[in-house]
């Protein structure tokens, strides 16, 4: 037995003899050595280890038993710097730091953004999961050779041999970095092992970040407008003769009945607009995007005009109308009213036509008549007079407009007044306002005030023929018949009257906010013809941009913490290791080698060079403390 250990001695003598050979090249003699000064522990950093008291080494009478170092100069600056312990650390921190401002411009050209047509070879998840990658990877690589490098920093005390092992573990992947985290007692290895479990996550995390969403996007070539116009003069000059109403547009005609008896849903319903996509903005100054011609109303209450001659149940109003009962047991009349003519038509005045109307309505307080025996009388003390009055004027509105799911949405901003002028320019004949500003494609621009004509963008006008056409047919519509009752009995009262009449009545329910409704959907009708057959063409309608619906991507920037954070704990863990192991001056970090150059002495060698099961040397390790130490034949692991 102790022959075969000679010759196993002399065996591995001939290989170490032949490594060294090989690594210094087909030389004679070997390169110089450090002999100046006593042995030191480190030895100079520019030059590599060999073992100089090989038997097999020339020495120099007087030379040390063990010099750690043969000089061997590195020449170049690249190659100086590759050499730098931590350079190739270092760098990979850098790569990791690029790949994640990879990931933020990545998001920041993309967030709030439709997703980009896929025309080209690689989508943005996939950008962000190569640029995960590379930083995972770049981060976990310094983190193992800073755990390896503590594996052999540990062991400058005497620890459980099982502690390379683990340590070992860690270095290569999660599991055993997870496994020294709950086990191992060293700060800065957990703090290592932590990272390396954590980055586990970074793919997931990542995918997270980009949240993908339906917006409107703009759709090129797609065209919006809405109706609008400067002018309106839509009207025969010759058609006026007393008792005449034929000189009002057809379709003004149909809007007064339209806008009487079932007026639109709301001021924009009837309005005529363009969006082939649906989905329509327009451009916009200070939230105004455009302005047009329009029709506006008005309801007050003037009750306390009503007054009662004495000895009658006949009530009246200064202007005519007058409501109460008749003699034979009927109503005369429950609702009359008082239209302005047109000789109203002053300078400076605003209404088109005006009137003003006296009812019966139900009492809006208790009222009895038990203790009455007339029948009229019992009729009419649940009632109470009621008068208002309402009109309608030329204006000027502007507005703010969208179009959502072909739904056409205006938000009214401002109203102007347009007051009657006389000139003797046919253009500004009628109610005429020559504004200071005018909106036009979404930009305010100041008007010079001088009256041109086609186009002036300036002039808002209402011509003074259409103006007289429709106070005419207004006034034939409501200077006709009035609301009246049949005979009056116990149990009901049957009214009688004109459609437009009996909706204003509202079956003796009016209110002010019912008459101030009513004349709103009047005026929305006459708006929408006003609009849509003004002297403005369609080519100056109010202009958009269509929108479609596209997926978007919305970015949340929390989820980039994690990254952010390892990368940042990455930088720490590194520069303390550096920091921590930088005596020691041994920066063997992850490699193996070192185990095959410094493994154990050769009395642990002997003692337990000859087992060979793992189980039995992970047992054995569990019990045997270790420490590197310099020993006579160098370096080496101490077991005891």
């Not at 006296?358 to 307080?365: E, G, I, N, P, Q």
């Not at 009256?451 to 003074?464: A, S």
């Not at 001056?585 to 080698?593: G, I, Q």
Request: net charge neutral; with cysteine; charged share 15%.
């Amino acid at each position: 037995m102790e022959k075969i250990r000679e010759l196993s001695l002399t065996a591995r003598q001939n290989i170490n003899f032949n490594f060294i050979k090989f690594n210094f090249g087909k030389k004679s003699t070997f390169e110089k050595s450090v002999v100046s000064g006593p042995v030191d522990n480190r030895g100079p950093r520019d030059y590599q280890q060999v073992d100089t008291n090989h038997p097999l080494y020339p020495s120099p009478s007087g030379r040390s038993p063990l010099t750690r170092r043969a000089i061997r100069p590195i020449s170049g600056p690249f190659k100086r710097l590759l050499r730098c312990a931590w350079v190739y650390e270092w760098s990979s921190i850098v790569v990791a730091i690029l790949a994640m401002e990879a990931i933020y411009i990545t998001l920041v050209l993309h967030r709030a953004g439709p997703l980009p047509q896929q025309t080209s070879m690689i989508s943005i998840n996939s950008l962000i999961a190569i640029f995960t990658v590379i930083l995972k990877a770049s981060l976990l690589m310094p983190v193992a050779e800073g755990i390896g490098q503590l594996k052999w920093h540990w062991f400058h005390k005497p620890r459980s041999l099982i502690d390379l092992n683990r340590v070992d573990a860690a270095s290569r992947g999660p599991w055993g970095s997870f496994l020294l985290f709950t086990t191992y007692r060293y700060p800065l290895a957990a703090l290592g092992a932590f990272i390396t479990v954590v980055a586990l996550a970074i793919e997931p995390f990542s995918q997270q970040v980009l949240q993908y969403y339906e917006c409107l996007q703009p759709l090129p070539g797609s065209i919006a407008s809405i109706a609008k116009t400067n002018n309106y003069t839509a009207a025969d000059a010759d058609w006026y003769a007393p008792g005449s109403i034929q000189g009002l547009e057809n379709s003004m005609a149909a809007a007064l009945y339209i806008g009487l008896i079932q007026p639109p849903v709301n001021s924009t319903s009837s309005i005529l607009f363009q969006c082939p996509a649906g989905n329509c903005t327009f451009p916009a100054a200070t939230g105004a995007t455009h302005s047009s011609l329009a029709m506006c109303s008005y309801c007050t209450d003037i009750s306390k005009n009503v007054t009662k001659p004495n000895n009658t149940n006949i009530y009246t109003l200064r202007s005519g109308p007058a409501i109460g009962p008749t003699n034979d047991g009927g109503v005369k009349q429950f609702l009359w009213m008082s239209s302005s003519p047109e000789e109203d038509f002053r300078i400076g005045s605003t209404e088109i036509f005006s009137f003003e109307s006296l009812m019966y309505r139900v009492h809006t307080r208790v009222k009895t008549c038990a203790n009455s025996s007339d029948l009229e009388t019992i009729h009419m003390c649940g009632y109470e007079p009621f008068a208002i009055n309402c009109g309608i004027y030329p204006c000027m509105k502007t507005y703010r407009a969208n179009i959502t799911n072909f739904v056409l949405e205006e938000e009214l901003l401002n109203t102007t007044k347009l007051p009657m002028v006389s000139s003797e320019s046919p253009l500004t004949l009628g109610f005429t306002l020559n504004s200071s500003s005018v909106l036009i494609n979404g930009t305010w621009r100041v008007c010079d005030g001088v009256v041109t004509r086609d186009p002036n963008y300036c002039l808002w006008n209402f011509g003074y023929d259409a103006a007289l056409a429709l106070n005419a047919y207004l006034s034939n519509l409501f200077g006709g018949d009035s609301i009246y009752s049949g005979p009056l009995s116990d149990t009901q009262t049957n009214f009688f009257g004109t459609p437009w009449q009996m909706r204003l009545y509202s079956n003796g329910n009016a209110t002010l906010e019912s008459a101030t409704a009513y004349m709103e959907g009047l005026a929305n009708a006459i708006t929408s013809v006003i609009r849509q057959h003004g002297d403005t063409p369609s080519a100056e309608y109010a202009q958009g941009i269509g929108y479609g619906i596209r997926t978007c991507i919305n970015v949340r920037w929390v989820w980039l913490a994690l990254p952010l954070s390892l990368i940042a704990l990455t930088i720490v863990f590194l520069l303390v290791t550096i920091l921590t192991t930088r005596s020691w001056d041994m920066t063997w970090k992850s490699s193996p080698l070192a185990l095959l150059f410094h493994g154990m002495d050769t009395t642990s060698q002997e003692r337990y060079g000859e087992m060979m099961d793992l189980p039995a040397m992970e047992d054995a390790a569990q019990k045997i403390q270790a420490k590197l130490a310099f020993s006579e034949t160098g370096l080496k692991f101490v077991l005891r």
